[in-house]
């Protein structure tokens, strides 16, 4: 069964390669193609190739038309009808060109004969810089070389080492081969025996070999790196450290590089016959250190061995040295006591010298009653309250394991206290993301005093209950700081800076921020209120993380609601009213809409919420003094003028209501007519009385309709207020309080009398009463009204006759039938007045009445 599966291979095998190489038979089984001088040549040769059918290949068909054609890979570059074609071809490129042959015997076929691939390099360059190696006592020898240019062609590269008492070794690699393992091991028996390598390359074009490299194991050795290294101090101190290794027992020189973890230089020494031990002297306390070493055979030949792996190890702790930075704060809390917060900042590891414990603070009064208060603390700050009287002083010192540092001694005085030691123009400016620069002016004539700068900042909205204060201190020269410790980008800081002078402080304070940008939105309105007539707004702070940087100013807007025109607005600056601000420019009982914003040095905020508000109660009084006084003044100027009274006048009586027109009544049908004549015994004759009424310049004639209803009244006739003889009546308007009066009597009709010249008013009084009044309603005394007035073109003229005390027995008759009558007083007179019909159907007509006046009144 064996040989059965082996025969089957050897014909498998057998068959393959028949295959093969018919395969090659026929690729050019139409003709053959050849190249001259040769299928490799360097470059800038010419080649001569060759392309022939064989017999009866040619085209069957038609045999006139054989046309050989001749392609440099796709491109045609000769043709020609026949059997043969032969091309000179020149200037072809580094590398490997293909030619084509191919037999056309129509336009559109074409098929192909043979081809063949020519090959264009150059000779191997010398190679250099030939070096060999020996890893270890007991490691090989390794060469290396510089193979030089790229010869296109296949180049082999083989390395012979030749040594004492004629022993030869060689090897040889492929293409691009740059260095060989010989496999040979160098013995330190005779190490100084010499040793010869050489390096050649060969290709179809040519070869060239390396100058010779002569060495002695001792040049060519390189030592392995040491290992198992140790490191200790003696006593747990810095003062001497020892640091152990091994290595090959060879090895005659060692050198040491070490260096702190945070340098990124390394300190070097060497060492001989160190035996694998090296004290070390100059390290410092508490400190990670990194160690490496190097070994080398002899001191002036050979290779230095690689780098050990790195050891890291910690040194002991010291005694710390030099003092704390201290900074303090003060706050009054009330007018006996103040809080004092004490910072302190973290020592360096160099002199701290290992790790600190703890701190221990003594805050000490130094006149009066001593009062000593200690504490021990972890923490890099400390508070305490003390009184606001006596002189404090604070010392502040740090521990670990080995001791304690020299205390810091501050005393706690006033930071703000020296006026004079304040500096000017504080300013903050961006100087990137995480840095600011603070720039300040000497304080005047006291800046020869100043001993020390301490610019002093923390974050304004801190984000926890305690913002971390940070500080650094300048000498007085300078007047200016780049602070970046714990500042970050979008948030605002408050810097203070202070001038110290032995124990008096002086300090100026600016707001900074690294970066800025307008807040992402507006303050919140949570209350609008009023406050002694004013609108006091109060606002929510925005959060620390939407302020982007230091606000500048709050800007309050408002408008009238659902008004189109610009809103009013009102700017704050932000250390004025940091929540709450009032306004005095809103009118009572009109609605409002406000809102606000915020603004920083890169732009304003979007409106934060809306809220509508009206202020109540009345209205400014000046809002209405200034209108009313300038209609007063108007009215005042136009009535003091006549000819506009009259003119007001006659408008005022067109306008007057006709409900409160009434007819005049009849007084010749009037019981108190009837009884008392009007001119019965009178001692003027009637044309004396139209004699003495007339004037040369009559007055218009006017048929008076109606008169007031009144209810009579008698005067007295020889009355000092009436006019004089020869003069018209002169007369004035009585109101209703000054014309009605209860009256228990009725005057005698003989009151009613002209004397001495003295014109009795034929229609001085009459006395009317409503149709719908009737004698049995009468239940209170007559009303008596006074009317001192005659009927004119614009009213009734006054006649100011004064009542006269009745001397004869009241007429009671007259009574029965006088009756209360409603009275209408109006500054309207009609032009058209009805006379006022009486149930006895009779009437008196004044067809015309003519008087004198001399002067009327209005």
């Excluded at 740059?178 to 060969?202: F, K, M, R």
């Excluded at 490191?231 to 640091?243: D, G, R, T, W």
């Excluded at 014309?739 to 009459?766: F, N």
Aim: glycine fraction near 6%; include cysteine.
């Amino acid at each position: 069964m064996a040989h059965t599966v082996g025969g089957c291979s050897l014909a498998l095998i057998f068959i393959i390669v028949l295959l093969l190489v018919k395969a090659n038979i026929d690729a050019c089984k139409r003709g053959d193609v050849t190249v001259e001088p040769s299928h490799v040549i360097s470059l800038g040769s010419a080649v001569n190739i060759s392309c022939s059918l064989k017999p009866e290949q040619g085209c069957s068909q038609y045999p006139s038309f054989n046309m050989l054609i001749l392609y440099k890979f796709n491109r045609r570059i000769n043709f020609l009808h026949g059997h043969f074609l032969s091309s000179q071809v020149t200037g072809l490129p580094l590398g490997t060109t293909v030619f084509l042959c191919k037999l056309a015997c129509s336009k559109n076929k074409e098929l192909r004969i043979c081809g063949a691939e020519i090959s264009v390099g150059v000779v191997p360059e010398q190679p250099q810089n030939l070096s060999c190696i020996q890893k270890g006592a007991h490691g090989t020898v390794t060469c290396i070389w510089d193979r030089g240019r790229d010869t296109h062609l296949y180049t082999a590269y083989t390395l012979q080492l030749n040594g004492p008492k004629n022993l030869t070794w060689w090897k040889q690699c492929d293409h691009y081969c740059d260095h060989l393992d010989l496999g040979v091991n160098l013995t330190p028996e005779l190490p100084e025996s010499s040793y010869t390598a050489q390096v050649t390359a060969i290709n179809s074009l040519g070869s060239a070999s390396s100058l010779p490299s002569t060495f002695t194991f001792l040049d060519i050795v390189r030592p392995l790196p040491p290992w198992d290294i140790r490191f200790k101090c003696v006593n747990a101190s810095v003062n001497k450290c020892i640091l152990q290794w091994r290595d090959e027992g060879l090895v005659l020189l060692n050198r040491l590089r070490y260096r702190p973890n945070s340098s990124k230089s390394w300190k070097m020494v060497h060492a001989t016959n160190a035996k694998g031990r090296y004290d070390v002297l100059d390290l410092k306390p508490f400190t990670e250190y990194e160690f490496q070493i190097s070994s080398k055979l002899h001191l002036h030949k050979g290779i230095w061995s690689d780098w050990s792996e790195s050891l890291r190890t910690q040194t002991p702790e010291e005694e710390p040295t030099g003092t704390l930075d201290v900074w303090y704060m003060k706050k009054h809390i009330d007018y006996s006591r103040q809080q004092i917060s004490l910072f302190w900042k973290n020592m360096s590891m160099s002199k701290a010298r290992g790790k600190i414990l703890h701190y221990r603070v003594t805050l000490q009064e130094v006149a009066g009653v001593k009062v000593t208060l200690q504490n021990i603390t972890e923490h890099t700050s400390w508070t305490w309250v003390i009184p606001r009287t006596g002189n404090w002083v604070v010392t502040v010192s740090a521990a670990n394991s080995k001791g304690s540092t020299l205390p810091t001694y501050i005393n706690i005085t006033d930071l703000c206290g020296a006026g004079l030691l304040a500096p000017r123009q504080v300013s903050a400016n961006s100087k990137g993301v995480d840095d600011i620069m603070v720039t300040w002016e000497h304080p005047g004539k006291a800046a020869p005093a100043v001993q020390e700068y301490v610019v002093e900042w923390r974050e304004l909205h801190p984000r926890g209950d305690m913002p971390p204060l940070n500080w650094l201190r300048s000498t007085p020269y300078n007047v200016s700081a780049l602070i970046s410790e714990n500042i970050k980008p979008y948030s605002c800081y408050e810097i203070n800076v202070y001038a110290l002078s032995g124990d008096q402080r002086g300090c100026s304070s600016t707001w900074g921020n690294s970066k800025h940008k307008a807040p992402r939105r507006g303050p919140y309105i949570n209350a609008i209120s009023e406050e002694k007539g004013s609108v006091l707004i109060s606002w929510n702070e925005i959060p620390a993380q939407e302020q982007m940087g230091c606000i500048l100013h709050y800007r309050i807007y408002w408008k009238e609601q659902d008004s189109n025109s610009q809103p009013q607005l009102c700017e704050i600056p932000y250390r004025v009213s940091p929540n709450s601000h009032s306004i005095d420019s809103l009118q009572p009982r009109v609605t409002y809409v406000l809102w606000m914003t915020a603004l920083t040095a890169a732009g304003e905020s979007p409106p934060g919420n809306k809220r509508e508000f009206c202020l109540p109660g009345k209205a400014s009084w000046s809002v209405f003094v200034a209108p009313s006084i300038c209609v007063a003044v108007v009215i005042v100027g136009i009535f003091s003028m006549r000819y506009f009274r009259q003119k007001v006048f006659v408008l005022l009586s067109a306008l007057r209501p006709q409900w409160c027109s009434k007819e005049i009544p009849d007084p010749a049908n009037s019981t108190w007519a009837k009884k008392y004549p009007i001119m019965e015994k009178t001692q003027l004759p009637s044309d004396r009385l139209l004699t003495d009424w007339s004037n040369p310049e009559e007055p218009e004639l006017l048929v008076i309709n109606e008169v007031l209803q009144v209810t009579p009244v008698f005067r007295h006739p020889h009355h000092p207020n009436w006019p004089d003889k020869g003069r018209g009546v002169q007369g004035h308007y009585t109101s209703e309080e000054d014309a009605a009066y209860s009256a228990p009597s009725l005057p005698p009709p003989k009151a009613l009398i002209a004397e001495t010249g003295q014109l009795v008013d034929l229609y001085k009084m009459l006395g009317s009463r409503g149709p719908d009044s009737k004698p049995e309603h009468l239940t209170s005394p007559l009303t008596v009204l006074s009317v001192d007035y005659l009927p004119t073109h614009e009213g009734y003229l006054p006649s100011n006759i004064e009542y006269l005390p009745s001397h004869e027995d009241p007429v009671t008759d007259s009574l029965e039938e006088l009756e209360p009558q409603h009275i209408c007083l109006s500054v309207f007179p009609s032009s058209s007045l009805h006379p006022l019909t009486f149930s006895c159907d009779k009437k008196l007509t004044l067809d015309r009445l003519k008087m004198g006046c001399s002067s009327l009144m209005l």
